[in-house]
C-alpha cells in the first residue's frame, strides 16, 4: 500500500471504484451509504464476527474506510472489533478516524498492540468523544495502558469509561491509569473497571486518582478481589465522606468484601449511593450485616435500593439487618434472594423483618417502623412469594406512602390509650382530634388496585366504628387528665369546648343511627308487605 494523505482521498474519494477497495459486495454498499452522508447511518461496526456492517477480509482498503468513516456527520457511534495486520493500513484507517466530528460512543477490542496504540492515538484528537469501551480481548500489556493515560491527560470530556473484564490492567495497569484519571477532571460521569484483577493496592490507588473526578456519579468495581481490601475499601468511603462528589451508583458484587471490609468502608457508602450492589460476597455474615444495619439506620443514610442476593443472611442476619431497617427512611427495593441458595432464612428471620415494617408493641413504636420499602426481589428481579403481613405492609408503602404510617396504627391497635399524653396536658388535645382528622382518609384507601381479584380494603371497618374509636379515646383522654390541670380558667375552657364537641359528635352519631333503624324497619315493613300481596296472588 503506497503512502497516501488526507489530500489524495478527498480527490478521488466522488470517482473511486468501491468495488476495487472493498473484499465484498456488501462491504461496498455500505462504503457507498458511507460515502454518500446516508442519515440513517447512525451505529457502525468494523469488524470479523460476521454480524458486523463491515466484514474485513482481504482486498478491503482501511485507508478508504477510514476515511469515509472521518468525514460522515450522522455516525454517532463506532465499534472496531478488528483491523488487519500491516502498519500503514492501520495507520491509515486511524488517521481517517481522527477527523470526524460526529462520533461520541466508541468501543474496541480484538486488537493488537500496534492497532491499539494507532486507535488511541486518533481518539486523542476526537474532542466530541463522551464514551468509550476498552473490550476484554485486546493485546495489551500493563505497560500499554499508558496509550489510555495520554488520552485522559489530552483534554478529552469522556463521561463514560468502560473497562470491565481487561485482567491485564490488575494494580500495575491501574497505576498507569490513575495518572490519567486525575487529569479528566469533572467530565467522567461513569467509570466500569469490574473483573480487572484490582486488589487492595490498586484500589487505594484508584482512589487517589478519583479526587478529581467530583462528576463521578457511577462507579463499577465489581468481580475484583478485596477479600484484603479493608485499607483500600476504608480509603474509598473517607473519599465519598469527604469529597465534593456526588457518587449514586456503587456496584461491589463479587468482590469477597469481608466483614471487616464491610465495617470499613459501609458508612460512607450509605451516606452518599442510592443503589448500592454487595450481590455475591458470601463472605460477609451476621457481623458484617450488623455494620451495614448501623448505617442504614443512619438519619443519612441514602441508600434507596439495596442488593444482598448471594449473602449467607440467615435468621442472625435478618434480625439484625431488620434493626437498621427499622428507622430507615430511605431504602424501597431490597433484592435478598439467590435462586441458586434460596433463601437463607427461616419464619424466624420473617419475623423480624415483618417487626420491621411494622412493630406492634406500642402505637409509638409502629409509628416509628419502617414506612418507605416497597418490593423485595430475587435475583431475576421478580418478587418472591412473602407472608401474608409482610406483602401487605410492602403494598401499603408502594402505594401510600403518606397514609402507611396511621393505617399500621388504625391496623394493629384497636384501642389508642392515650395515657401516656397526658403529661402535655390539654395542649395535645387539638392535636389528638387533628390526627384522626388526617386518618380519616384511611377508611376508603384500597391496595393492589392493578389487579380486580386481589383488590382490597386497607382497613375492613366502618365509619361509624372508626368515629367510636375517635370518640372514645378522646373522652378518655380528656377524662384522664389530671384534676389540678383543670383548675386552670384555661384548662376549665378546653376540657368544656371539647366536651360540647364531643357531645355533639355523639348526638350526630345517634341520630344517623336513628335514623339507619327506621330506614331498615321501612324496609322490613315493605318486604313483609309485598310477601303478603304474592301469597295473595297465589291463593296461598
Same mark, same amino acid.
Given at each position: 500500500?503506497?503512502?497516501?494523505?488526507?489530500?489524495?482521498?478527498?480527490?478521488?474519494?466522488?470517482?473511486?471504484?468501491?468495488?476495487?477497495?472493498?473484499?465484498?459486495?456488501?462491504?461496498?454498499?455500505?462504503?457507498?451509504?458511507?460515502?454518500?452522508?446516508?442519515?440513517?447511518?447512525?451505529?457502525?461496526?468494523?469488524?470479523?464476527?460476521?454480524?458486523?456492517?463491515?466484514?474485513?477480509?482481504?482486498?478491503?482498503?482501511?485507508?478508504?474506510?477510514?476515511?469515509?468513516?472521518?468525514?460522515?456527520?450522522?455516525?454517532?457511534?463506532?465499534?472496531?472489533?478488528?483491523?488487519?495486520?500491516?502498519?500503514?493500513?492501520?495507520?491509515?484507517?486511524?488517521?481517517?478516524?481522527?477527523?470526524?466530528?460526529?462520533?461520541?460512543?466508541?468501543?474496541?477490542?480484538?486488537?493488537?498492540?500496534?492497532?491499539?496504540?494507532?486507535?488511541?492515538?486518533?481518539?486523542?484528537?476526537?474532542?466530541?468523544?463522551?464514551?468509550?469501551?476498552?473490550?476484554?480481548?485486546?493485546?495489551?500489556?500493563?505497560?500499554?495502558?499508558?496509550?489510555?493515560?495520554?488520552?485522559?491527560?489530552?483534554?478529552?470530556?469522556?463521561?463514560?469509561?468502560?473497562?470491565?473484564?481487561?485482567?491485564?490492567?490488575?494494580?500495575?495497569?491501574?497505576?498507569?491509569?490513575?495518572?490519567?484519571?486525575?487529569?479528566?477532571?469533572?467530565?467522567?460521569?461513569?467509570?466500569?473497571?469490574?473483573?480487572?484483577?484490582?486488589?487492595?493496592?490498586?484500589?487505594?490507588?484508584?482512589?487517589?486518582?478519583?479526587?478529581?473526578?467530583?462528576?463521578?456519579?457511577?462507579?463499577?468495581?465489581?468481580?475484583?478481589?478485596?477479600?484484603?481490601?479493608?485499607?483500600?475499601?476504608?480509603?474509598?468511603?473517607?473519599?465519598?465522606?469527604?469529597?465534593?462528589?456526588?457518587?449514586?451508583?456503587?456496584?461491589?458484587?463479587?468482590?469477597?468484601?469481608?466483614?471487616?471490609?464491610?465495617?470499613?468502608?459501609?458508612?460512607?457508602?450509605?451516606?452518599?449511593?442510592?443503589?448500592?450492589?454487595?450481590?455475591?460476597?458470601?463472605?460477609?455474615?451476621?457481623?458484617?450485616?450488623?455494620?451495614?444495619?448501623?448505617?442504614?439506620?443512619?438519619?443519612?443514610?441514602?441508600?434507596?435500593?439495596?442488593?444482598?442476593?448471594?449473602?449467607?443472611?440467615?435468621?442472625?442476619?435478618?434480625?439484625?439487618?431488620?434493626?437498621?431497617?427499622?428507622?430507615?427512611?430511605?431504602?424501597?427495593?431490597?433484592?435478598?434472594?439467590?435462586?441458586?441458595?434460596?433463601?437463607?432464612?427461616?419464619?424466624?428471620?420473617?419475623?423480624?423483618?415483618?417487626?420491621?415494617?411494622?412493630?406492634?408493641?406500642?402505637?409509638?413504636?409502629?409509628?416509628?417502623?419502617?414506612?418507605?420499602?416497597?418490593?423485595?426481589?430475587?435475583?431475576?428481579?421478580?418478587?418472591?412469594?412473602?407472608?401474608?403481613?409482610?406483602?401487605?405492609?410492602?403494598?401499603?408503602?408502594?402505594?401510600?406512602?403518606?397514609?402507611?404510617?396511621?393505617?399500621?396504627?388504625?391496623?394493629?391497635?384497636?384501642?389508642?390509650?392515650?395515657?401516656?399524653?397526658?403529661?402535655?396536658?390539654?395542649?395535645?388535645?387539638?392535636?389528638?382530634?387533628?390526627?384522626?382528622?388526617?386518618?380519616? !382518609?384511611?377508611?376508603?384507601?384500597?391496595?393492589?388496585?392493578?389487579? !380486580?381479584?386481589?383488590?382490597?380494603?386497607?382497613?375492613?371497618?366502618?365509619?361509624?366504628?372508626?368515629?367510636?374509636?375517635?370518640?372514645?379515646?378522646?373522652?378518655?383522654?380528656?377524662?384522664?387528665?389530671?384534676?389540678?390541670?383543670?383548675?386552670?380558667?384555661?384548662?376549665?375552657?378546653?376540657?368544656?369546648?371539647?366536651?360540647?364537641?364531643?357531645?355533639?359528635?355523639?348526638?350526630?352519631?345517634?341520630?344517623?343511627?336513628?335514623?339507619?333503624?327506621?330506614?331498615?324497619?321501612?324496609?322490613?315493613?315493605?318486604?313483609?308487605?309485598?310477601?303478603?300481596?304474592?301469597?295473595?296472588?297465589?291463593?296461598?
Amino acid at each position: 500500500m503506497d503512502h497516501r494523505d488526507y489530500n489524495y482521498y478527498k480527490a478521488n474519494a466522488a470517482t473511486i471504484n468501491l468495488g476495487e477497495i472493498t473484499s465484498s459486495a456488501k462491504n461496498a454498499k455500505i462504503l457507498r451509504r458511507l460515502r454518500d452522508g446516508d442519515d440513517k447511518l447512525h451505529h457502525f461496526s468494523v469488524g470479523r464476527r460476521g454480524w458486523e456492517n463491515y466484514y474485513i477480509g482481504q482486498g478491503d482498503d482501511l485507508g478508504w474506510l477510514g476515511y469515509f468513516i472521518g468525514r460522515s456527520a450522522c455516525l454517532h457511534s463506532l465499534l472496531i472489533n478488528y483491523l488487519l495486520d500491516g502498519e500503514q493500513q492501520i495507520h491509515a484507517f486511524s488517521a481517517g478516524i481522527a477527523r470526524n466530528q460526529s462520533i461520541r460512543n466508541i468501543n474496541i477490542d480484538n486488537l493488537n498492540n500496534d492497532a491499539f496504540t494507532s486507535v488511541m492515538g486518533a481518539l486523542r484528537i476526537l474532542s466530541q468523544l463522551e464514551k468509550l469501551t476498552i473490550g476484554p480481548n485486546n493485546n495489551v500489556d500493563p505497560d500499554d495502558w499508558s496509550e489510555l493515560r495520554t488520552l485522559l491527560e489530552s483534554g478529552c470530556k469522556l463521561q463514560q469509561l468502560c473497562l470491565s473484564e481487561n485482567i491485564s490492567i490488575g494494580n500495575e495497569g491501574m497505576g498507569v491509569l490513575s495518572h490519567g484519571l486525575r487529569g479528566i477532571g469533572s467530565s467522567l460521569k461513569e467509570l466500569t473497571l469490574s473483573d480487572n484483577s484490582i486488589s487492595n493496592e490498586g484500589l487505594s490507588t484508584l482512589v487517589q486518582a478519583l479526587q478529581t473526578c467530583t462528576g463521578l456519579e457511577t462507579l463499577y468495581l465489581s468481580y475484583n478481589d478485596f477479600s484484603s481490601a479493608a485499607t483500600g475499601l476504608g480509603s474509598l468511603s473517607n473519599w465519598l465522606q469527604n469529597s465534593p462528589m456526588n457518587l449514586k451508583y456503587l456496584f461491589l458484587e463479587g468482590c469477597s468484601i469481608t466483614d471487616e471490609g464491610l465495617q470499613s468502608f459501609t458508612q460512607g457508602a450509605a451516606n452518599h449511593c442510592k443503589i448500592l450492589d454487595l450481590d455475591g460476597n458470601e463472605t460477609i455474615t451476621s457481623t458484617g450485616l450488623s455494620y451495614l444495619s448501623d448505617s442504614i439506620r443512619s438519619d443519612s443514610c441514602r441508600v434507596e435500593t439495596l442488593y444482598l442476593q448471594g449473602i449467607l443472611i440467615g435468621d442472625d442476619g435478618m434480625e439484625v439487618l431488620a434493626r437498621g431497617l427499622a428507622g430507615n427512611k430511605s431504602v424501597r427495593s431490597l433484592h435478598l434472594v439467590d435462586l441458586d441458595n434460596g433463601m437463607t432464612f427461616t419464619s424466624a428471620g420473617w419475623v423480624a423483618f415483618s417487626r420491621a415494617l411494622c412493630d406492634t408493641s406500642s402505637v409509638n413504636s409502629t409509628y416509628l417502623s419502617n414506612h418507605t420499602i416497597c418490593d423485595i426481589w430475587d435475583e431475576n428481579d421478580e418478587e418472591i412469594n412473602l407472608p401474608q403481613d409482610i406483602s401487605l405492609y410492602l403494598q401499603l408503602n408502594k402505594e401510600h406512602p403518606q397514609y402507611a404510617a396511621r393505617c399500621k396504627i388504625l391496623m394493629n391497635h384497636r384501642h389508642l390509650n392515650m395515657t401516656s399524653l397526658h403529661q402535655w396536658g390539654l395542649n395535645y388535645l387539638p392535636l389528638a382530634v387533628a390526627w384522626f382528622e388526617r386518618a380519616k !382518609p384511611c377508611m376508603a384507601l384500597t391496595i393492589y388496585d392493578h389487579d !380486580p381479584d386481589l383488590r382490597q380494603l386497607v382497613l375492613d371497618e366502618s365509619d361509624e366504628a372508626f368515629e367510636s374509636r375517635a370518640l372514645t379515646a378522646l373522652y378518655e383522654f380528656v377524662r384522664g387528665i389530671p384534676l389540678e390541670v383543670m383548675k386552670s380558667r384555661s384548662g376549665l375552657a378546653v376540657a368544656a369546648a371539647y366536651d360540647e364537641k364531643i357531645a355533639r359528635i355523639e348526638e350526630e352519631n345517634k341520630i344517623a343511627l336513628e335514623q339507619r333503624d327506621r330506614k331498615i324497619e321501612e324496609r322490613d315493613r315493605r318486604i313483609e308487605q309485598l310477601e303478603k300481596e304474592i301469597m295473595r296472588l297465589r291463593g296461598w
